[in-house]
């Protein structure tokens, strides 16, 4: 949430900062802002809405020239999204300016604090407060890093901050605690931003950044120290993605991109994790064999999306491994007292590596001694670093707000760490193991046959745009699955939708169908005939009652012909692999509906891409 860059250089740092800004404005999208270094004095620009607001402002009043800034891109917590709440916030003097992510807990009395010395605060933001704060303190001490760690010393809650001073014109000091960020080093420049996404246009190379660190740029030097200034260990890494990878390349959103994409971030995910003989090798995984062996009871834990593609592996857990498993919401997790131990793994699953839900428990798992194994797909985001293991999906960034080939790439990192299980537990042979892999290695291709076939569902999105309410069925696996097609279209096209488990129709949700309600119904394979001969009778139920049916069923399974007014035919897959071919008409549908109905697909009204706050 919110995003955040920072430059020193021989850039414009105006272009460097905007370029950024625009591939971080997926982190929100309720105002954006700048302020450049020049000639001792802070020249800034900030307006509510988009970034092209802030395009047009600056159009109209540009900034002069600098080499040294600092920019916000907001999704709004404290304060209404207007232009004085916007960032960057800076102090009476205008000498600091200030841009922030996350929720100082303590500005209330800060702010008291500030009012009674005679400080006068135009917004209602607690980022106001740090610029006055600091205002203050470089008073007693004039240097910019110095005077943020003794106000960052102050500050309770979570934050990365990222300012500017108007006396030391090449320095750009940022700081962390709960909250991203990550620096981007380059050759007689430096990079800071909420991830490598605000730089990667000029550098591969990133610095991660611990907890409760500050970091000072210069164009030369990269300097970070704990809060008290004593110098921290810090970690490089190399990021394996290009710009390319962060640009629409000719797609109308990025949603549709990245949904494209799933074949090949599933086949990366697969990727070198499995011997030509189907054996699992987890290089990444810092957890040993005898930790994996005594492993009890698995809780996942997760938000959104990631929560289903738990819900999903909590099958193959079970099935493949013989070891109970729970799913939990992240922020439901901590707030239960729930039963950890050495023996139980808490898996987490996070497409941004930064939900400060699934953070936030990860810290309780491990404080009550659990394991944390991580499945992320951001390198050098916090999540990983705080976990005990990690295995990440290679799924590459992800820009859209709302979560596609994260999704399926979740899904098969969470399968492999099943299977990895199996083998060393031994409740799979080999061979079972050896012919599920095999399986999984033909899903991209399946997941190209849905991509391919994608012009019914987009014929179906412009046929159903006027529906009030959409409803989706599933069991067993197909259960996730019609919550993910549910959330995706709330998400995205603002209607109402509900996923249900099929069998539980009966108990309520059958008195919200009427005449002419759609009902997605994904149908299990005919492998599994129990299941699939109960859905085929729900489908009858509704559509009974009026609803217009629109089946998700195998090649070949004619029982569900009679009762579909629309069938999308899905390949022939195991049962466990059906959500991997099943969610992606879901996907086309929720986007290309959303695109009819004129909404910003890749930035849904209200929402962020990373839940940096609780
Ligand atoms: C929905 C969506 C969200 C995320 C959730 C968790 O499309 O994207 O529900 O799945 O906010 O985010 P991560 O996976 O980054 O922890």
Redesign the pocket.
């Known amino acids: 949430m919110c995003g955040i860059v920072g430059y020193v250089g021989q850039r414009s740092a105006l272009d460097v900062v905007m370029g950024g800004l625009r591939r971080l404005e997926y982190r929100g999208y309720d105002s954006g802002g700048v302020a450049l270094v020049g000639d001792g004095t802070i020249m800034s620009a900030k307006k509510a809405g988009k970034l092209v607001n802030l395009d047009a402002e600056l159009a109209a009043r540009p900034l002069p020239h600098s080499h040294t800034g600092i920019g916000h891109t907001r999704w709004a917590t404290h304060g209404a999204p207007n232009d004085v709440n916007a960032h960057p916030h800076l102090d009476a003097a205008e000498r600091v300016a200030v841009v922030h992510n996350g929720i100082i807990e303590n500005f209330a009395a800060l702010r008291a604090e500030l009012e009674a010395a005679g400080h006068e605060l135009v917004s209602e933001t607690d980022t106001e407060t740090v610029a006055h704060l600091l205002h203050d303190e470089l008073a007693r001490t004039p240097d910019l890093s110095d005077a943020v760690r003794a106000v960052c010393r102050r500050l309770e809650g979570a934050f990365t901050l990222v300012i500017c001073d108007a006396a030391q014109p090449d320095v750009v000091v940022g700081a962390r605690r709960n909250s991203p960020l990550v620096v981007g080093r380059g050759q007689g420049e430096n990079f800071l931003g909420s991830d490598v996404a605000a730089f990667i246009e000029y550098t591969r190379d990133a610095v991660e950044l611990g907890q409760d660190q500050v970091v000072t740029i210069t164009p030369d030097a990269i300097v970070v120290t704990d809060f008290f200034g004593a110098p921290a260990v810090t970690k490089e890494y190399h990021v394996d993605w290009d710009v390319s990878a962060a640009e629409k390349g000719g797609f109308e959103w990025f949603m549709l991109k990245e949904i494209d994409e799933q074949p090949q971030a599933v086949a990366d995910t697969l990727l070198g994790r499995h011997t030509i003989d189907g054996q699992l090798q987890l290089d990444e995984m810092r957890l040993s064999d005898g930790e994996l062996r005594d492993v009890d009871k698995v809780i996942i834990v997760?938000?959104?999306?990631?929560f289903y593609a738990g819900m999903t592996a909590k099958y193959a857990i079970e099935h493949w491994t013989r070891i109970p498993c729970e799913v939990e919401l992240a922020s439901e997790f901590r707030y239960r007292d729930p039963i950890l131990d050495r023996t139980t793994l808490v898996l987490t699953?996070?497409?941004?590596?930064?939900?400060m839900d699934?953070l936030m428990a990860i810290r309780y798992a491990r404080q009550q001694r659990a394991r944390v194994l991580s499945i992320c797909n951001t390198n050098g985001s916090t999540i990983p670093r705080e976990s005990d293991a990690v295995i990440y999906t290679h799924a590459g960034p992800e820009v859209a707000?709302?979560?596609t080939k994260?999704f399926l790439a979740q899904v098969v990192a969470c399968y492999l760490l099943a299977l990895y299980i199996a083998q060393v537990k031994g409740t799979k042979y080999g061979d079972e193991i050896a012919t599920i892999i095999a399986e999984l290695e033909k899903t991209p291709a399946g997941i190209q046959r849905m991509l391919d076939e994608g012009d019914q569902v987009r014929k179906l999105a412009a046929e159903l745009a006027g529906s009030r309410s959409i409803l989706f069925l599933g069991r067993h696996v197909g259960y996730p699955v019609a919550l993910e097609g549910a959330?995706?279209l709330k998400?995205l096209a603002y209607i109402h939708a509900e996923g249900f488990a099929a069998g539980e129709l009966k108990h309520g949700p059958i008195a919200l169908i009427e005449e002419g309600v759609p009902v997605f119904v994904i149908v299990p394979p005919k492998a599994r005939d129990q299941l699939q001969e109960k859905i085929v009778s729900n489908i009858q139920e509704i559509r009974a009652r009026g609803a217009r049916t629109i089946v998700l069923a195998e090649d070949g399974d004619m029982d569900v012909v009679p009762f579909a007014d629309h069938l999308i035919r899905l390949p022939k897959v195991p049962t466990l692999l059906q959500p991997l071919v099943a969610t992606v008409p879901l996907q086309i549908f929720a986007c290309e509906l959303a695109g009819q109905l004129g909404h910003d697909v890749d930035q849904p009204r209200n929402l962020a891409?990373?839940?940096t706050v609780e």
């Not at 699953?349 to 939900?355: A, V």
């Open positions: 997760a938000a959104g999306t990631s699953i996070s497409q941004s590596g930064e939900t699934t707000v709302a979560s994260g959330l995706k998400e891409k990373s839940v």
